[in-house]
Structures are given as C-alpha cells and as structure tokens.
T-cell receptor
Framework: GAGVSQTPSNKVTEKGKYVELRCDPI?????LYWYRQSLGQGPEFLIYFQGTGAADDSGLPNDRFFAVRPEGSVSTLKIQRTERGDSAVYLC??????????FGPGTRLTVT | DAKTTQPPSMDCAEGRAANLPCNHSTISGNEYVYWYRQIHSQGPQYIIH???NNETNEMASLIITEDRKSSTLILPHATLRDTAVYYC?????????????FGTGTRLTVIP
C-alpha cells in the first residue's frame, strides 16, 4: 500500500515569507508526527497528533511554527516569517496507536 | 538529552556481518530499544525493537545484554544498500511519550 507522502519535495522561499508543508499519512494511522532534520544531525521532534488534536507540541521551536490536522488525516505544518535558520528537511511520520513510525521522504526547505 | 551512545562511524566489508553497538546505561524497566536507519536523502526506516529478549526479523537481529545497559544490532550479510546512518533509540511504549529521540547515530559504510 501507499506509504507516507509529503509535498512539496523541495521548497525554496525568501526570508520573511510564509510556507506550508503537507503530509499525507498512511491510511488508518491515527498518530502523526513532524520532525525537523538539519544537516549532519538526527531528526528532532516537533509535534505529535493523536487524531485531530496535538497531543504533544513541545518540540515546536517558537510561535512561528504551527501545525494542524483538521480531519485526523492530512496534516499541514505552517511556518510564518521564515528565517534562514529554518532551512532543514522536514519529516513526517505516521503510526497506528502503539505501532512503529513510518516516515515520509521529507520536504527540503531552503530559506534564502 | 541523549539516552544512547553510539560510535559515529563504522565500516564493514560487503557480505560480512555488521555489528553496531549501542550503550543505554540509564535505560528504565519500561523502555524499549529501537533501531532505525536512514539511507541518504530518505526518511528513517524502522528496523527492529526489543525489551529484554533477543529479537530477529528479516532485516536484522537485536542482541540486548542481560542488564539491558547495551545492545548490538546485527546485519548478518551486509550489502552496499545497507550503507546508512543507524540510530539506536530508547523509548517508552504506551505511555503517551511517543516521539523518538534520534541522536546522531552511527554512519555505516559497506565497502565492496
């Protein structure tokens, strides 16, 4: 079956602009996670949804970052007033309630 | 804060067994040991996990010491496609703390 998909695969934006990154989880997976990966580092947790609600958003770096999952399936990560330090690969993963996390290929965000 | 310690890099000859060590001396009784890997430009991929017994699946074997303070991931016959960064992660399951802490992992290079 289809895995986790993320769009776009690459996004280049100018400093100060707003961006949205989309994640389509595996059908039926109730849990969805966002991670961010900088060059040479392991992925860092941002936010976790169980169904429609954010169960843990402790990893969001500041209030410019926001994520939604209005129908408990697709999720959108939103970044306002982007900064060059936001450049990274943004990874999405989904899982059944207690199952393993399956990751998408990521969105490479470059802020110029 | 990292809960695991891994060597930054390792080499392995193609066709030989790759043994990747991980120290997790502060692991608690309800924490599992998970292994993921990340091939270049892809999202992380689940490999295997265990609590205290040794585990084997189609990808790898996981050997956990009796005191659970360390473990070894074994790829029995490494191929060039196994070249990746391997992450050892300790994680509680079923308590709501579902995010993964990746650390920096071990970069395994399989040499022809």
């Amino acid at each position: 079956g289809a895995g986790v998909s993320q769009t776009p695969s690459n996004k280049v934006t100018e400093k100060g602009k707003y961006v949205e990154l989309r994640c389509d989880p595996i059908s039926g997976h109730t849990a969805l996670y966002w991670y961010r990966q900088s060059l040479g580092q392991g992925p860092e947790f941002l936010i976790y949804f169980q169904g429609t609600g954010a169960a843990d958003d402790s990893g969001l770096p500041n209030d410019r970052f926001f994520a939604v999952r209005p129908e408990g399936s697709v999720s959108t990560l939103k970044i306002q007033r982007t900064e060059r330090g936001d450049s990274a690969v943004y990874l999405c993963a989904s899982s059944s309630r207690t199952g393993e996390q399956y990751f998408g290929p990521g969105t490479r965000l470059t802020v110029t | 804060d990292a809960k695991t310690t891994q060597p930054p890099s390792m080499d392995c000859a193609e066709g030989r067994a790759a043994n990747l060590p991980c120290n997790h001396s502060t692991i608690s009784g309800n924490e599992y040991v998970y292994w993921y890997r990340q091939i270049h430009s892809q999202g992380p991929q689940y490999i295997i996990h265990g609590l205290k017994n040794n585990e084997t699946n189609e990808m790898a074997s996981l050997i956990i010491t009796e005191d659970r303070k360390s473990s070894t991931l074994i790829l029995p016959h490494a191929t060039l496609r196994d070249t990746a960064v391997y992450y050892c992660i300790v994680r509680e399951v079923g308590t709501g703390a579902n995010n993964l802490f990746f650390g920096t992992g071990t970069r395994l290079t399989v040499i022809p």
